[in-house]
């Protein structure tokens, strides 16, 4: 029997009414940036200009007044400056549009929070690791918060459509020998997620620990301590018959890295601090 999700109390209405209308200014805004690029072969920009769709999130771009940032729309500025390589930046929200973009060539790469997985690598080409992350469960802070991927049994938890969390989440079910059912997103982005996990409008939802870390100080009514997922590397994704476009953001990565000082600063930035193995 699936348990049943407490009813949201007036104040935390008021707090989900009032994040939501942020939600939607935002997606908003991101519409004006995000709409369909017509497909005219591998480049709809031409010439030299890579066409990136990257996920809209506080860890890879997000923005701020009139700052743009992000640790993935950081570091691909300084690759674009360091190599001369134009980029034209397309913001999206969920990670089903980027990735049909990609396919249908409106895109070259696609920068998301997409962990690489055996089954993945046949459809994408992807580059060497960027850093490291890894999925966690997220819910309200509490006497009815869980400590154990095995209390999830018969409980419901959300995820972004496209997400390799779907897969994961039913090994999960198979390890604990019983059912954990999931809730595909085809609207929201992690982030827009935990705003309703933490408005009692859902009560969990598996994100990257980036994201998780970087929103807790917005909601501090939060737990993110449940892991779901072993630390997996995150990395960018290009259409799998070109190799030689994953072999340049990998050469250029390697350029950016020698500047130890500002690539490992981008890092303590974003994440507090750096990552080692991604680091020689």
């Given amino acids: ?4 999700q407490q009813p949201a109390k007036r104040g935390q209405m008021i707090l989900y009414l009032a994040l939501l209308a942020v939600v939607v200014a935002c997606m908003v805004a991101l519409s004006l940036c995000d709409r369909p690029v017509e497909a005219s072969g591998a480049h709809p920009s031409g010439g030299d200009t890579l066409d990136i769709a990257i996920e809209y999130s506080p860890v890879t771009y997000y ?13 691909l500025r300084l690759m674009s400056d ?3 390589c134009p980029m034209k930046f397309h913001p999206v929200v969920t990670l089903e549009k980027a990735l049909k973009g990609l396919e249908e060539g409106n895109y070259d790469v696609v920068v998301a929070q997409f962990p690489m997985t055996a ?11 960027i850093y490291i992350d890894q999925q966690v469960l997220v819910q309200r802070r509490g006497s009815h918060a869980i400590h154990s ?3 999830l049994a018969g409980d419901t938890v959300w995820v972004v459509k496209g997400s390799p969390m779907v897969g994961r989440i039913a090994s999960l079910s198979r390890e604990i020998g019983d059912t954990i059912y999931v ?7 992690p982030e827009q997620l935990m705003m309703m996990v933490s408005a009692g409008e859902i009560r969990y939802a ?17 737990d993110r301590s449940v892991a779901i997922s072993l630390s997996q590397f995150q990395s960018w994704m ?5 190799q030689s476009l994953r072999d340049s953001l990998n050469l250029w990565h390697q350029q950016v890295k020698r500047d130890t000082t500002t690539y490992l600063g981008l890092q303590r930035r974003y994440f507090g601090g750096t990552f080692p193995t991604l680091t020689r």
Wanted: aromatic letters at 10%; zero cysteines; a negative charge.
């Fill in 149 to 151: 991927q095995l209390e």
């Fill in 1 to 4: 029997m699936m348990k049943q």
């Fill in 119 to 129: 089954k993945d690598t046949a459809r994408y080409a992807f580059t060497d690791p």
């Fill in 82 to 84: 360091k190599i001369g």
């Fill in 183 to 189: 809730h595909v997103d085809e609207v929201y982005g």
């Fill in 206 to 222: 598996v994100v990257n620990r980036s994201i998780a870390r970087a929103m807790a100080t917005r909601l501090t009514n939060l």
């Fill in 238 to 242: 290009v259409d799998k018959d070109r």
């Fill in 63 to 75: 923005t701020y007044d009139d700052t743009l940032g992000g640790y993935n729309y950081d570091l």
